[in-house]
Structure formats: structure tokens, C-alpha cells
């Protein structure tokens, strides 16, 4: 399909398209029109919290994230009637959450979570903790991005010596690993989607939002790394060749555009 700068704005990707598609995932999967307790984990800046209350209209909305600064931010920002906000590692021992997010266990109706969830380390953790939010008809729809295998480009022999101070989990172990912790935590309906969102973004933008995929890398480095090796720079230059294209077109501003593979797994789960 050619890009068509009059649709730019409804084509391009951002947080909010993948989130929309949850939303349609929820509505086409969840037996019931009401939404009595609705949580959003790692809520971000809380704009999938509202989003969430436009659509579904729940009664009540809990947004959780990890980063302090993102539920200030959630709190001044998108505080609504019927939201309360949180700091808490999803991946973190149950009892030692907040009380009134204790309270909440086996109430929830739908536990949502976009573009959040490669962040988190200990996926056993984080399974039985949605878990026991959920209640017994509610539904986990919620998608999981493999950030992608930036070695698919290179030589073996590169690769091999970059495997020497980075070796990040493959797809299958990513999915894997979740697959297993949500049966593990007793979460056996598991639906899977995958699909590859079309993700265009002015080239400056990017420039920006790459840091977030050179991070998730930089979590598996091991300390040998070259001494004179810019691993920031390294690993953008192997994140553009693995999943960029410089796109002939511009925006509608004139903006110099690039256009970024995705590779989004959705889950929809019922206890
Ligand atoms: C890319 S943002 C997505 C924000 C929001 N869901 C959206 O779609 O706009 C990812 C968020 O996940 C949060 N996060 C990362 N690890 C987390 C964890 N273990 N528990 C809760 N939140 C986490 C980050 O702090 C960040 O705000």
C-alpha cells in the first residue's frame, strides 16, 4: 500500500493506535456491557486511563506504573471522578503492595496493559499478580512488543562477537516465558494475536523515542563490552538497519518521515 499523506495522521503509529486495538479486543471478548473496575498497568502519563473511561465507561479505573514521575504526571494530568493512581511494579510480591490495591484482588473486570509489559522482569510475578486482581469473569486483553532481533542483519561472525557482551532473549523465549507464567498462574484461556502495526514517524521523533529500545537492549549487557565501543550509537545503528526504512515522502509539514516495523503480540486471557 503507497503512503498517502492525507490519512498520515489516522495511518501513523502511536501509543494510541495499538491501545485503540486493545479496546476493540475487549469489546469484541467481554460478555458483559458493564464495567464495574477497569486497571490500566503501566499506565504511563495516564492518556490510556482516559481513553479507557471514554470507551468503556467504567465505574471505577485504577492506573499503575512503576515511574513516580509518570503518576504525578497521570494524577495532574488525567485525573478523572472516578481514577486512582498508583506507584507499583506489577512484577512485585503481592503483599507488599499498596492496602488499597490489596483490596481490590479478585474484583477486577478488565486489566489492560499497552505497550508496557516488555519492561518487566520477573514474569511469573507479574502473571499471579494479575491474577488475583482478576476477578472469576473478568478478562486480561493486554499486548506484549518483541522488541526484535537486531542481529538478523549481520555477518555470523559479527554477531557471534556482539553475543560476547549482548545476548537479549529471543522471541520465543520473550512469548514463551509469558505463555508459561499465565498457565503457571493458573490463566489456561490464552488467545493470541499477532500483527505488525504501521508505525510512521517524522524522522526527528524517532531520533528521540529510539532511546527507549536502545534501554531495553542495554539491560542485558554483561560489563565486558569494548573499551572505545559507544554502545548507544552501536545499538542505533543496528536497531535503524533492522526495522527502519527512510520513506521518498514527507509529512503534510514537510517533515522527513521513516517508517519503523513493530512486532506486537496481543493476549486476550480468562481465568
Ligand atoms: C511506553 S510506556 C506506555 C504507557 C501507556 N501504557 C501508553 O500506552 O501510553 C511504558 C510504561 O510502562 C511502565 N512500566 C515499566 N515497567 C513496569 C512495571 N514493572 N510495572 C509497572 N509499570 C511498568 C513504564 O514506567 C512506562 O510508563
Redesign the pocket.
Known amino acids: 500500500m503507497s503512503f498517502d499523506p492525507t490519512t498520515y495522521e489516522e495511518t501513523s503509529f502511536d501509543?494510541i493506535l495499538?491501545?485503540k486495538e486493545l479496546i476493540k479486543q475487549i469489546k469484541q471478548s467481554y460478555n458483559n456491557n458493564k464495567y464495574p473496575l477497569v486497571v490500566?498497568?503501566?499506565?504511563?502519563?495516564g492518556?490510556?486511563v482516559k481513553l479507557l473511561d471514554n470507551e468503556l465507561k467504567p465505574e471505577q479505573i485504577i492506573g499503575?506504573?512503576?515511574?513516580t514521575e509518570?503518576i504525578s504526571f497521570a494524577k495532574q494530568n488525567n485525573g478523572l471522578k472516578n481514577s486512582e493512581y498508583y506507584v507499583?511494579?506489577?512484577?512485585a510480591d503481592f503483599d507488599k503492595w499498596d492496602q488499597s490495591l490489596q483490596k481490590v484482588s479478585g474484583k477486577v473486570s478488565v486489566i489492560f496493559?499497552?505497550?508496557?509489559l516488555h519492561?518487566?522482569?520477573d514474569v511469573e510475578t507479574?502473571a499471579k499478580n494479575m491474577s488475583r486482581l482478576l476477578s472469576n469473569t473478568g478478562i486480561i486483553v493486554v499486548d506484549i512488543l518483541y522488541v526484535g532481533d537486531i542481529y538478523r542483519n549481520v555477518s555470523v561472525e559479527q554477531r557471534a562477537k556482539y553475543e560476547q557482551w549482548l545476548r537479549y532473549p529471543s522471541e520465543q523465549e520473550v512469548i514463551g516465558r509469558w505463555m508459561s507464567a499465565l498457565k503457571g498462574a493458573g490463566l489456561t484461556q490464552i488467545d493470541i494475536k499477532f500483527w505488525r502495526p504501521k508505525c510512521i514517524y517524522p524522522e526527528k521523533v524517532y531520533d528521540e523515542f529510539i532511546q527507549?529500545p536502545i534501554n531495553w537492549y542495554k539491560q542485558y549487557l554483561k560489563d565486558n563490552v569494548d573499551s572505545g565501543v559507544n554502545v548507544d550509537d552501536l545499538l542505533k545503528d543496528l536497531i535503524l538497519k533492522d526495522r527502519a526504512r527512510k520513506m521518498s515522502e514527507k509529512s503534510p509539514k514537510g517533515e522527513d518521515l521513516i517508517e519503523i516495523k513493530q512486532e506486537l503480540w496481543n493476549f486476550v486471557i480468562r481465568k
Open positions: 501509543a495499538p491501545a490500566d498497568i503501566g499506565c504511563g502519563p492518556n490510556t499503575i506504573d512503576i515511574d509518570m507499583q511494579d506489577i512484577g496493559s499497552n505497550y508496557a519492561w518487566v522482569r507479574a527507549y
